[in-house]
């Protein structure tokens, strides 16, 4: 059984930056897509970034070139860094894994995501 868990938030300055990481455990060789969502106070989960298991990533416009996601095969672990920070950026930060697609690359919808971490909470002031 897959889990996940995420740490690094925190509370930061508008402007700085912070590096989440997502730790993976149980039945991890079935997972080939990992990415990050975030969903803020009255607002809908909405993804961030993606990584499949050989590396391709994908981006929301929203976090392009402030965001760069990465990962440890080896140790099943997810690092996102988050660069030039911005109020808009708060929100609670949740890791999600799958497994393969059919075709195309890994999806950045929540409802195509199987597994779920708990989240972690990120506030820029």
């Known amino acids: 059984h897959v889990q996940l868990v995420e740490s690094g938030g925190g509370s930061v300055q508008a402007g700085g930056s912070l590096r989440l990481t997502c730790e993976g455990s149980?039945?991890?060789?079935?997972?080939?897509?990992m990415a990050w969502f975030r969903q803020a106070p009255g607002k809908q989960r909405g993804g961030v970034a993606n990584?499949?298991?050989?590396?391709?990533?994908g981006y929301a416009d929203s976090v392009k070139g402030r965001f760069t996601i990465s990962q440890d095969n080896a140790e099943n672990t997810l690092y996102p860094q988050i660069t030039s920070l911005k109020a808009e950026d708060t929100a609670m930060y949740y890791c999600?894994?799958?497994?393969?697609?059919?075709?195309?690359?890994?999806?950045?919808?929540?409802?195509?995501?199987?597994?779920w971490g708990q989240g972690t909470q990120v506030t820029v002031s």
């Open positions: 999600a894994a799958r497994g393969p697609v059919a075709y195309g690359a890994c999806p950045l919808l929540a409802d195509d995501y199987s597994y």
């Open positions: 990584i499949d298991f050989d590396g391709r990533t």
């Open positions: 149980g039945g991890f060789y079935s997972i080939w897509c």
